[in-house]
């Protein structure tokens, strides 16, 4: 080889070390504030998670606890039909899983 490809050879490999010593510092840099961003991001996700599905618990509650009264008798919202369809206890039952469901993801 001659001294003229050696010198060339030597430029390009110092170059390259130059820029990944860039590089690693650059990443150094900005990875605590990726990751700060997407624990922050992931713990959002998961309050909006949860406070959805404690509304979902809230809401059963509310159907179970108005069925109980239906049936009691001292509370007449709909006729019988209806009241067992939409605010019985499959409702409650279904909002009460899917709530399960979306608190769980």
Not at 17 to 30: E, F, G, L, P, S
Not at 45 to 58: G, L, Q, V, Y
Not at 85 to 104: D, K, N
């Amino acid at each position: 080889m001659t001294s003229k490809r050696q010198r060339q050879l030597q430029r390009e490999r110092r170059a390259i070390a130059h820029r990944r010593a860039d590089y690693t510092a650059t990443n150094r840099a900005i990875e605590p504030q990726n990751m700060r961003a997407g624990l922050q991001g992931g713990f959002a996700r998961k309050r909006r998670r949860h406070i959805s599905a404690a509304i979902m618990w809230s809401v059963a509650a509310c159907l179970a606890i108005a069925h109980l009264f239906e049936h009691t008798g001292t509370l007449r919202i709909m006729s019988l039909g209806l009241e067992d369809i939409l605010i019985g206890w499959p409702m409650a039952g279904v909002l009460t899983i899917t709530g399960a469901v979306v608190y769980g993801t």
